[in-house]
């Protein structure tokens, strides 16, 4: 089940016959104007009803079998060469980080009744809309190319892939703890992707993004998120026996542009 509306239909009835919950963002972060308002509504609509979805869990007769939170990478701090797996340390030097933090403590259950799971989902790539949504445009015209200098990372994930993961997490019931969603190959910077995208859709992509033009749109921190990245590999997804329909970027970008 995914999703929590605030209409006064409660968890508390709903928990007696689900076996399994999970939690998706909210409020996107690039849909509106970044101001203290729309801060707060990215805040409350992670963290307050995640905490309220955890409590009434956490009070069930018969509480679900699994609890699976999709968070993000946004966890684990921007680097040029630093690799993180599900162990790396992370988590507290800025706004998103932060919210990740924050976020995954308020899903945590106490004891060890209903089986706990965390995604750390990269960049979702997939047909109608999201990230790729927001790039063909430029592209197709011949217009696209690295943002700003190129050589951040750029973490991704087939949107198979990551309900995959989903399902492997709900069904095995070996796993538990946190999972990397991305991609085996998501080791990719954005100067990388941007050639790969502009191949799949025979297109040249060298023109680039300016870092200022990014801060000037989106304010300094979300264009953090654009600006730079991280090299995160999935180890323990792997581990815990997942299997990727889309490992490779050529791949699954021509499966989304076919």
């Known amino acids: 089940m995914q999703g929590f509306a605030r209409n006064g239909y409660g968890w508390e009835r709903e928990g007696r016959v689900c076996a399994c919950i999970k939690r998706r963002f909210i409020s996107p972060v690039f849909s509106c104007r970044w101001n203290e308002a729309f801060q707060k509504e990215v805040i409350s609509s992670r963290l307050e009803t ?3 979805m955890a409590t009434a869990i956490a009070k069930a007769p018969q509480p679900p079998q699994a609890w699976v939170l999709v968070t993000g990478v946004a966890y ?3 680097s040029l060469t630093a690799e993180y797996d599900e162990d790396s340390p992370g988590g507290d030097f800025d706004f998103f980080s932060n919210l ?3 976020w995954e403590a308020a899903a945590r259950l106490p004891g060890d009744s209903t089986r706990q799971v965390v995604v750390r989902s990269g960049v979702v790539l997939g047909r109608g809309g999201g990230a790729i949504g927001h790039m063909l445009l430029p592209f197709r015209l011949g217009l696209g190319g690295p943002i700003g200098s190129g050589h951040q990372f750029f973490p991704w994930i087939h949107i198979g892939d990551l309900a995959g993961i989903l399902v492997h997490a709900l069904e095995a019931s070996h796993v538990q703890g946190v999972l990397n969603g991305v991609a085996p190959a998501s080791a990719t910077t954005n100067a990388e992707f941007a050639r790969a995208l502009g191949t799949a859709l025979g297109r040249p992509a060298f023109i680039p993004f300016p870092s200022t033009v990014v801060r000037a749109i989106f304010g300094q921190e979300r264009a953090i998120m654009l600006l730079e990245g991280q090299k995160v590999v ?5 581990a815990a026996g997942y299997q990727y329909s889309f490992p490779e970027l050529g791949v699954a970008l021509k499966e989304i542009i076919a």
């Not at 999935?234 to 792997?238: E, G, I």
Request: aromatic share 8%; net charge positive; hydrophobic share 20%.
């Open 234 to 238: 999935p180890r323990r997804t792997l």
């Open 50 to 52: 995640t905490h309220m």
């Open 76 to 78: 684990y701090q921007p």
């Open 100 to 102: 990740v933090t924050k």
